[in-house]
């Protein structure tokens, strides 16, 4: 939703303040797909609206829900035909998680994901992913689906702090109470780790929450894994999260992905344990443990037991420690580093 148009459309039309709220109030909160829905303004506006502005800034081109209907992903279409996608996760029982791009692709070619692999096109806009989180609130309601969304993480296509800009601008809209009005607690940013970048968030939106991307304690594992890591290696990386504990003492989250034979042994478990109590605030982090969701390559997802193994060996260590549920794996839902896997 252009919302500075919007604001253009009803200043020309000599429209009083308080329409924009109400207009706001019926996309937002009430959930409408279109301005002719919007019955608290003349037919006259609505047509106008209709005819001047899109409400979405992209088309939907595929829908795919797992067969647990836990989890459900779209493919949108943009304006330039490149294409993005967003999924709708039900960790919880009528709670709803929003998960979305930040990027065309991604530049930072992570060996384990598909969308590094196809290079990066170009940044969204801030409409175009607030967007995501719109289309789901309309998708919602249009197929009386139960429950409301309760979180949004920015773990979808693309690195967020390589667009800090426009995610920027689109958290600001999250969180605008005439807007989403999402709590900041309720939404997640998640970073491959961008010294920057988790400055950055620490410094405007020290509520919202942190996640990185970690995978591999080893400087050698993680560049061959993840080539960002040959400019901000782990060193830098903790020097940050220092930093980022001294601006808001907030938990942050470290994700790890498991692999089978290159980051699951005991022997890795060890050196994350020692990663993890070597900073300061070592209670305020987090290990999420994901299966990976390989489809093709060489790499393989580690056995149930070993992952078991992995989080009893971290829980024995004193590391506060969860293995992620798993949702969508038929539709290939998991979003973040996996979302780039799937292929429609
Ligand atoms: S895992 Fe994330 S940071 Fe790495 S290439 Fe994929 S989208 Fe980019």
Known sequence: MQIEKLKEILANNGEPKFRLSQIQKAIYQDGVSAFLEISTISKYLRKLLEKEMKFLSFKVEKILVSKNQNSIKVLLKLSDGNKIET??????????????????????????????????QRNLTTEEIADQVLFWKQFIKKN????????????GMGEPF???????????????????GFGARSISVSTAGIPEGILNLAKNFPQVNLAISLHF????????????????????????????????????????????????????????????????????LHINLIRGNFTEGKLKPSPF??????????????????????VGEDIQGACGQLAGKVSF
């Open 144 to 155: 009386k689906i139960k429950g409301k969304i309760s979180n949004v993480v920015y773990m």
């Open 87 to 120: 999924v709708l996760l039900s960790p919880m029982k009528n709670k709803w998680s929003v998960c979305v791009s930040s990027q065309v692709g991604c530049a930072l070619n992570c060996v384990f994901c598909a969308t590094g692999k196809g290079g990066f």
């Open 305 to 326: 037991f070993q992952i078991e193994e992995f989080r009893k060996y971290l829980e024995r260590k004193g590391v506060s420690v969860t293995v992620r549920k798993s």
């Open 217 to 284: 304690v080893r400087n050698d594992l993680r560049s061959r894994f993840m080539p960002i890591n040959k400019i901000y290696d782990l060193q830098l990386l903790s020097k940050s999260l220092e930093e980022y504990f001294k601006k808001c003492n907030r938990k942050v989250f470290l994700e790890y992905i498991l692999i089978k034979n290159i980051n699951d042994k005991i022997s890795d478990a060890e050196e994350l344990a020692s990663f993890v109590a070597s900073f300061s605030k070592k209670n305020l």
């Open 162 to 180: 390589l667009n800090w800009k426009e995610v920027k601008k689109s958290l600001q809209n999250l969180i605008e109470l005439n807007l989403f």
